[in-house]
């Protein structure tokens, strides 16, 4: 995820136009620059249609058409992104304070069960970032024994079994008489929580912008950019290639720009920083738990990508 001084412009703008959203657009743009050129120069030189003769109120209004179900399309994929954003901000937030609940109810000698949790806790968010990313791979994850490995191993939903450990051991704990029922009852709403977050990340992944809304707003930018031409050509002259690419810029940008974040789990440029919260809360968790972890590991929680002026 890019950081930025919301005052920066030239640094944004010159940042927006490295990176891969932006080649594609430039890609698309240049298809869009060969064609104009192309009904540009036949319509001026060769041969004259009548659509020129369109009158400007329907270009007009199918303009305010087209922006409308863009502006419907970007804050459709946005919401998707914050909601994205809530999520794993309440997944910090209970991390927190479910270590906080152990560093108070463990006794401080109790050393292999406040390592377990702290390292149990930290691995949820790494597995459930693999997870929405597609991705098995265990490496980040921290392990106590083989034991824990195997029974992670049985599942192929890593969260549900990273999850599946803590319970098991908080249920131990509860069998021994280190909880009372009243801290049993609340240490299981903070593990249901957990799964919770899990829940609504799945069911943002799993649920993609509608084939044929999406499909439809693609073609109705294609019929609107290839119309333009023909429409204002008589008016602007050699003027309609920088008009009409200048005019695909604006709403091919805006469409790609919706379809970048409405997945915010990926690793594009502007999707959310799973990497950097992951660590920051592993660093969190520890720091609470009274486990220092390396400098190395402090420093990958913070912020990666900045513009700066």
């Not at 459930?128 to 029974?151: A, C, I, M, P, V």
């Not at 200048?246 to 915010?264: F, H, V």
């Not at 789990?265 to 502007?270: I, K, P, Q």
């Not at 400098?295 to 990508?305: N, T, V």
């Amino acid at each position: 995820m890019i950081l930025y001084k919301a005052k920066s412009w030239l640094p944004a703008v010159w940042h927006f136009h490295t990176g891969p959203t932006a080649f594609a657009l430039f890609r698309r743009l240049g298809v869009v620059l060969i064609y104009v050129a192309i009904v540009t120069t036949v319509e001026i030189h060769y041969f004259d249609t009548r659509l020129k003769d369109t009158p400007s109120s329907f270009l007009s209004a199918m303009g305010i058409l087209l922006s409308l179900l863009l502006i419907y399309r970007t804050n459709t994929a946005y919401d998707r992104f914050y909601e994205g954003r809530t999520a794993w901000g309440a997944l910090v937030n209970n991390s927190r304070n479910l270590a906080l609940y152990f560093n108070a109810v463990l006794p401080l000698d109790r050393h292999e069960d406040r390592l377990f949790f702290a390292k149990m806790i930290s691995n949820f968010p790494f597995a459930l970032k693999n997870h929405l990313r597609g991705s098995t791979n265990t490496d980040e994850l921290e392990l106590l024994d083989d034991e824990d490995k195997q029974t992670l191993n049985r599942f192929d939903y890593k969260p549900g079994g990273v999850s599946s450990l803590l319970w098991n051991r908080s249920e131990s704990l509860y069998r021994e008489g280190m909880l009372s029922t009243s801290q049993h009852i609340n240490l299981n709403q903070r593990l249901t929580a957990m799964m919770d977050v899990a829940g609504i990340c799945d069911r943002i992944k799993s649920t993609p912008i509608p084939f044929s809304y999406n499909l439809f707003i693609k073609l109705f930018i294609t019929i609107y950019v290839g119309v333009l031409p023909f429409t204002i050509v008589q008016a602007f002259g050699y003027m309609t290639i920088p008009a009409v690419v200048l005019t695909s810029y604006i709403l091919i940008g805006l469409e790609l720009i919706g379809e970048e974040i409405e997945d915010p789990f990926g690793v594009d440029r502007n999707d959310l920083p799973l990497n950097q919260i992951s660590q920051l809360i592993r660093v969190n968790v520890h720091d609470i738990l009274n486990y220092e972890l390396p400098q190395a590991e402090k420093q990958a929680a913070k912020p990666g990508f900045v513009i700066v002026t």
